[in-house]
T-cell receptor, first 116, second 109 residues
Framework: DTGVSQDPRHKITKRGQNVTFRCDPI?????LYWYRQTLGQGPEFLTY????????KSRLLSDRFSAERPKGSFSTLEIQRTEQGDSAMYLC??????????????FGPGTRLTVL | GQQVMQIPQYQHVQEGEDFTTYCNSS?????IQWYKQRPGGHPVFLIQ?????EVKKQKRLTFQFGEAKKNSSLHITATQTTDVGTYFC?????????FGTGTRLTIIP
């Protein structure tokens, strides 16, 4: 399968614990996006990378969230000191694109986080 | 910040009826994309509109981008059970996409 993959698919954790999610984009895609989706809502932008550079981060994102894409390939999203409000589906997407261009985004299956 | 709203939130139609969802942005968009998300699935790209007043068709689906590039619509003719899902518009202001609230379509056979 050459699509976007995410791991794990499900994560249950206790409040206060740290969690890390991984996203493997489509290999030739230079852009990688992280979104959060709660029930009945559209995906909410968190951050995106152009190759290894993190170009934008949502102002809604607290300092407990951090994302990396060290070699411009896979990416990790870490949430520190999780709170119950962090429970959501975390979606990763990848695309081609340069500054000023927009291409279709290919989404992964998501990681469903439940914070108890 | 940019806000993208969609109406209606839910739509129940008899199979064979038409369906339309409307998307409105608080700011002018450089382009707009439409995605479909099946229940339990992830968003799947349908189309991108770039030009003011642009209309594109995909079989039974017709997409329009408003003249002012602040609104868009998706119309499905003669719905089928395979059309079930939530349809999202996503507006691009500068670099990031802002997704709308979605319209959930259910089909009554």
């Amino acid at each position: 399968d050459t699509g976007v993959s995410q791991d794990p698919r499900h994560k249950i954790t206790k409040r206060g614990q740290n969690v890390t999610f991984r996203c493997d984009p489509i290999s030739e895609h230079n852009r990688l996006y992280w979104y959060r989706q709660t029930l009945g809502q559209g995906p909410e932008f968190l951050t995106y990378f152009q190759n290894e550079a993190q170009l934008e981060k949502s102002r809604l994102l607290s300092d407990r969230f951090s994302a990396e894409r060290p070699k411009g390939s896979f990416s990790t999203l870490e949430i520190q000191r999780t709170e119950q409000g962090d429970s959501a589906m975390y979606l990763c997407a990848s695309s081609l694109g340069d500054r000023g261009q927009s291409h279709e985004q290919f989404f992964g299956p998501g990681t469903r986080l439940t914070v108890l | 910040g940019q806000q993208v709203m969609q109406i209606p939130q839910y739509q129940h139609v008899q199979e064979g009826e038409d369906f339309t969802t409307y998307c409105n942005s608080s700011t002018t968009l450089s382009n707009i994309q439409w995605y479909k998300q099946r229940p339990g699935g992830h968003p799947v790209f349908l189309i991108q509109l770039v030009k003011s007043g642009e209309v594109k068709k995909q079989k039974r689906l017709t997409f329009q981008f408003g003249e002012a590039k602040k609104n868009s619509s998706l119309h499905i003719t003669a719905t089928q059970t395979t059309d079930v899902g939530t349809y999202f518009c996503a507006g691009r202001g500068w670099e990031k996409l802002t997704f709308g609230t979605g319209t959930r379509l259910t089909i009554i056979p």
